[in-house]
């Protein structure tokens, strides 16, 4: 080994060169075919391939801000030349919150660069491909089968107005099978309010991106909805200049009235996030709110608060896990929460 | 009184009685069956119900055969109304509501009428609030 050589320029190994610079950090990143150098850099392996966004293998609502944060997606740096390719080759398991997660991000790539995000990993069977993935990040849709509404899971639905919201709302709860009349009043809410949050707040470049799955083997519907606009902590410090950072910003959005009258459209009461988490945990649910670098999850007896590590998630995306059970009270349970709030 | 008066006077109460009927609204008609455009709420807000209350007129908010409606809808299509004059909320009714939609109104009106939570919410501050809810 030519000791002399490090530090400065790609590293050399005897005669092979087997390092260089990493296209978008500058840094060293060794290009092993040496076995043994192979078992040498593995446990350095996550901070030296910085070439791409490696989704990880399980991403859904179960490990959002783990997920998230394992991600580094590089919001910022969008616009600002090359960006690295979203590398889907490890992921095994996704469910709604990771893919409006994903497709939020690469529609945001994808619409500012102006062209398709690069990909690794592409798998055109996938669960991705069949909810529509790839025709937000700049592709051409290439699921090989018709979509079937039996599938108990929607497509990704891109909301912007009301009349699109309507439309969505329906679809979403004719393809989930919710037909119970208590229950689908209950989801319906929480969608129209969640949907018209991020026209209101969010002033998006994806506008609302919504995705929903019904899981027969846990009777739990998963509803997922991801912008990558302002977020919420923006929105907030519009009228309350004195929150310091995403996590206060997250416990008093689901104050009563405190993002009220903060919309970019006329007014507004700021109860659509306390009602929506109200009903969902007093259902028995989970609802899970990310913004920025934090992740709050809610259910009816816990409030927990992760952070994302080196992600920062410029908008809102929000998981609603409602468990689907006709013999619920529903209607009661409905007019309980609007009394309470 | 003279007959010609008593016939004036007849016509004045009728002209005022027909300048205060009470205005129905039937949202299916005006906003569909599942009413939640608030853009088209806060414009009817400002066209007709605002205008009918300022003279005088009760508001009849119709739901018949309507579906789901949110607070934020009947926040766009009352508030303009309520914080101008308090006094304006007990001249709107409803009428044919379900469990549901009763509470959701009732839940909006009572937020637009409490003071912590709307009408002076642009003064308080945030941490007077935070430490109410806290406690």
């Known amino acids: ?341 | 009184m003279t007959k010609d008066e008593k016939l004036s006077s007849w016509i004045e109460r009728l002209l005022l009685a027909y300048a205060r009927r009470p205005l129905t609204i039937p949202l299916r008609r005006r906003f569909g069956d599942q009413p939640n455009d608030r853009d088209q709420a806060e414009d009817f807000a400002k066209r007709k119900l605002l205008p009918a209350l300022e003279k005088g007129r009760l508001i009849l908010i119709d739901f018949r055969d309507t579906g789901m409606v949110t607070q934020s809808f009947i926040h766009a299509l009352i508030s303009e109304a309520v914080k101008s004059d308090s006094r304006h909320a007990a001249k709107i009714q409803t009428a044919n509501t379900t469990r549901a939609q009763q509470a959701v109104f009732d839940l909006a009106l009572r937020h637009m009428l409490d003071p912590a939570t709307n009408r002076v919410r642009g003064q308080q501050s945030l941490q007077t609030q935070g430490k109410a809810i806290e406690a």
């Open chain 1, 1 to 341: 080994m030519d000791q002399s050589s490090r530090g400065a320029g790609p590293v050399v190994y005897g005669s092979k060169h087997v390092a260089a610079p990493c296209r978008s950090c500058a840094a060293v990143r060794p290009q092993t075919y040496l076995t043994s150098l192979a078992r040498y850099y593995e446990p350095y392996r996550d901070s030296m391939t910085h070439g791409s966004c490696r989704v990880p293998t399980n991403f859904g609502y179960m490990n959002l801000a783990g997920g998230l944060g394992e991600l580094r997606l590089p919001f910022d740096r969008i616009g600002k030349g090359d960006i690295e390719p979203l590398d889907l080759s490890h992921m095994k398991f996704c469910d709604p919150a990771g893919t409006v997660a994903l497709s939020a991000y690469a529609a945001t790539a994808a619409r500012k660069l102006k062209r398709p995000l690069p990909l690794q990993g592409w798998d055109s069977g996938s669960y991705l491909s069949r909810v529509g993935f790839k025709s937000l990040a700049g592709y051409r849709d290439d699921f090989p089968r018709t979509r079937l509404d039996s599938d108990r899971l929607t497509s990704l639905i891109e909301v912007a107005t009301a009349k699109e919201r309507q439309s969505a709302r329906k679809d979403v709860l004719n393809v989930l099978g919710v037909h119970h009349v208590g229950a689908r009043m209950v989801l319906d809410y929480c969608l129209e309010e969640m949907l018209r949050n991020v026209e209101d707040h969010a002033d998006s470049p994806v506008n609302a991106l919504l995705q929903a799955q019904y899981y027969d083997n846990r009777k739990q519907v998963v509803m997922a909805i991801a912008d990558t606009g302002y977020g919420i902590l923006h929105s907030l410090r519009q009228r309350h200049q004195s929150i310091a950072d995403d996590e206060e910003a997250l416990k008093n959005a689901l104050k009563a009235g405190v993002s009220g009258r903060n919309t970019r459209k006329g007014t507004n009461a700021g109860l659509g996030l306390t009602v929506s988490s109200s009903l969902v945990t007093k259902m028995g649910g989970t609802f899970q709110l990310v913004t920025g670098d934090t992740m709050l999850e809610m259910t009816k007896t816990t409030q927990t608060m992760r952070k994302l590590g080196q992600t920062r998630w410029p908008g809102v995306i929000v998981v609603m896990l409602v468990p689907r059970n006709d013999s619920l009270d529903w209607e009661g349970t409905f007019e309980e929460v609007m009394g309470a709030i």
